[in-house]
């Protein structure tokens, strides 16, 4: 018979993942994080709850962090002068966007809007500072596993320059 | 439509928050006591935290951490405090001894014979009229040794002073270890309230204020430090000169903690040193006869004003600047506004607070600007 007593005080042995590690183990910033350096940047974590239509950011507002999705979906976009949504990319669960914010408070190059009922995980820099200054090793994990996102992106896109010139070239 | 509805709105939030102040102006006189603790401990968490932080890290474990810096500091303070009351009751047993045996109307009769003989003749003819000033003098005295001897009434409502601080420290001393130890999920749970659209902002704000109010404090206790080593070394060296001051580390200590209030606390600082000084000296012709150059300096006082003025200047000028910075930028006038606001709201306590609220103050009004000039980006 499982006796309630006992449970509680055997609840810290299981160590069972939460659905937040689970979801931030899905991201690259994140990589061959231990359980214990899970748990950690747990903390630091913010769960928001956005409704549909309900902006997460707008064009050049001043960036804090980055943003992962728990569950629903998000609309990366930038509107023109006339008021045309120009979509860049609907992003859904596991998904993360707004990572360069955690290096620089240079307004957002576009808008997040939530399309749906949607919950997200909030990484900001402020947490980002006082993590580097509290355990510099796994802010500095961080910030590596962030520069390897960034050179990727940053190649993918030379990539695409490339192909592009090529292309007006002949 | 809409206009109707916005004036709507507004007149809804006037109104909500004329009677949220009401309603704080009503229940301040009974949570005023537990809000100031709670600012108390959440100040020395902001100094205490990076050493909890360093702990835990090394150490695994936050708890531990925490005790260890807990019983470090109540350890200091208590063998501070300690040591100060036996060496201090020390210190007032051979003063009262020296009291005893010490003729004071004799001295008062050599002190008004050596003034009448240096005043002019008009003078003492009109205002010292013979006798008079020595049986007023005399019976000055008379009242301050009945004063004394009615040390019972005046211990009884110290100790009822010293219980209620003793309170007041041990509250503190528990609110301080609750925040340090969930510090951080504190803060998240803080921050939790704040709509979405405010978020990020509000984020900012935060750590915006926690840098400013840690950067201030860590630089405070760092010059105030400064100021109680460079004032033992300074009172060590008019002992050296024959000065023959004691408790020079407490003076030290407390020249040092007082350097915390800003403008008000050097002054303070010194009123022990003069006080060790009298003490000390009384009956020491050459205490009292002593010149600093060509000054007539008696027991050394105008020595110690000296000295803490320069240490002053020395942290002014060299330690302070390098130390605390710009981290509060507050121009001198509004820290001296902030002084004096802090001092008639709370007295010496405001004092201390004041010039962090100031900063905090400057922080969320620079923010409030920011997010005003930017309403259109949230």
Known sequence: MKSAYWENIFKDWRKEESATVLTLKQVPIFRDFSNREFREIEKLIHQRIYKPEEYVFKLKAPGEGLYIILSGKVEIFAEDARGDRNVFAVLGEGDFFGEMSLLD???????????????????????????????????????LNLAKVIVERLRHTNILLTQSQEKADG | MDKQVDSWTQFYRLVVGLLMLGAVYVIWPYVSSVVIMLVFAFLFTTVLLPSVDLLERKMGKRVLGVLIITIAVTGGIGIFIGSFISQFAGQAKNFIDQVSNYNFEEMIKNLVARLTDKLPE??????????????????????????????????????????????????????????????????????????????????????????????????????????????????????????????????????????????????????????IAIMNNLGNQAAITHTLIVIPSPFYILDIILMFIIVQQLDNNLVTPKLVGESVGLHPLMVMIALLVGGTLLGPMGMLLAVPAAGIIKVIAQEISFVSRNAHLL
Request: hydrophobic share 55%; net charge positive; proline share 4%.
């Open chain 2, 122 to 275: 008009f003078i003492t003819a009109n205002l010292i009229q013979g006798e008079g000033l020595t049986s007023k003098l005399t019976d000055f005295i008379s009242n301050i040794t009945s004063y004394f001897q009615n040390l019972l009434s005046v211990a009884t409502s110290l100790a009822g002073s010293i219980g209620g601080f003793l309170f007041n420290a041990i509250m503190v001393l528990i609110f301080t270890i609750i925040i340090l130890q969930n510090y951080h999920n504190f803060k998240r749970s803080m921050v939790k309230f704040i709509p979405n659209k405010y978020f990020e902002v509000g984020l900012r704000l935060t750590f915006n204020i926690e840098r400013q109010v840690s950067n201030y404090l860590r630089g405070q206790f760092m010059a105030a430090a400064s100021v109680g080593l460079m004032s033992i070394i300074g009172l060590l060296i008019l002992n050296a000169f024959g000065a023959n001051l004691t408790l020079v580390v407490f003076i030290g200590i407390i020249a040092g903690l007082a350097n915390l209030i800003p403008l008000v606390g050097p002054f303070v600082g010194m009123v022990p040193a003069i006080l």
């Open chain 1, 105 to 143: 408070a240079e307004p957002r190059s576009a808008a997040a809007m939530a399309i749906e009922h949607t919950t997200l995980l909030g990484f900001f820099r402020p947490d980002l500072m006082s993590l580097l200054a509290r355990n510099p090793d796994l802010g500095n994990k961080i910030l």
